[in-house]
C-alpha cells in the first residue's frame, strides 16, 4: 500500500505561483509513474500532468503547458507540482496519484490517491 498526502494549496491572485507537493509514505514510489489531476466543482476529475518514474519524461495537459512543471525527488519519496501564472480556472482540488496502468489521462489506470489539496486563485 502506497499513502498519498498532498500539500500546500492555498489562495492566490491571478498570475501568482504555488508548488504542490505530494509525499508519499508506506512504500517507495520509485518505481511508479506519477500524475497530478484536479476537479472543480460540478466537473470530472481531470488529468493535469503525469511523470516516468525515473523523471525522464513528462506529459501535460494542454491547459497547463508551459505554466506547470511536474517533478519528483524518488530518495525524498515525494511528487511536486509548480504552477505559475495560474489563472482562475485552475482553481480546484488537485490530486496526486500513482499510475498502474492504460494512459496517463485516465482516471482509472491509477491505483493509489491522495486526499487532495484546494487551490483557488483569485481574479
Known amino acids: 500500500q502506497v499513502q498519498l498526502v498532498e500539500s500546500g494549496g492555498g489562495l492566490v491572485q491571478a498570475g501568482g505561483s504555488l508548488r504542490l507537493s505530494c509525499a508519499a509514505s508506506?512504500?517507495?514510489?520509485?518505481?511508479?509513474?506519477m500524475g497530478w489531476f484536479r476537479q472543480a466543482p460540478g466537473k470530472e476529475r481531470e488529468f493535469v500532468a503525469a511523470?516516468?518514474?525515473?523523471?525522464?519524461?513528462?506529459d501535460y495537459a494542454e491547459s497547463v503547458k508551459g505554466r506547470f512543471t511536474i517533478s519528483r525527488v524518488n530518495d525524498k519519496n515525494t511528487l511536486y507540482l509548480q504552477m505559475n501564472s495560474l489563472n482562475p480556472e485552475d482553481t480546484a482540488v488537485y490530486y496526486c496519484?500513482?499510475?498502474?496502468?492504460?494512459?496517463?489521462?485516465?482516471?482509472?489506470?491509477?491505483?493509489?490517491w491522495g486526499q487532495g489539496t484546494q487551490v483557488t486563485v483569485s481574479s
Open positions: 496519484a500513482a499510475f498502474r496502468t492504460g494512459r496517463y489521462y485516465d482516471t482509472s489506470g491509477y491505483r493509489y
Open positions: 508506506g512504500r517507495t514510489i520509485s518505481s511508479y509513474d
Open positions: 511523470i516516468i518514474w525515473s523523471g525522464g519524461r513528462t
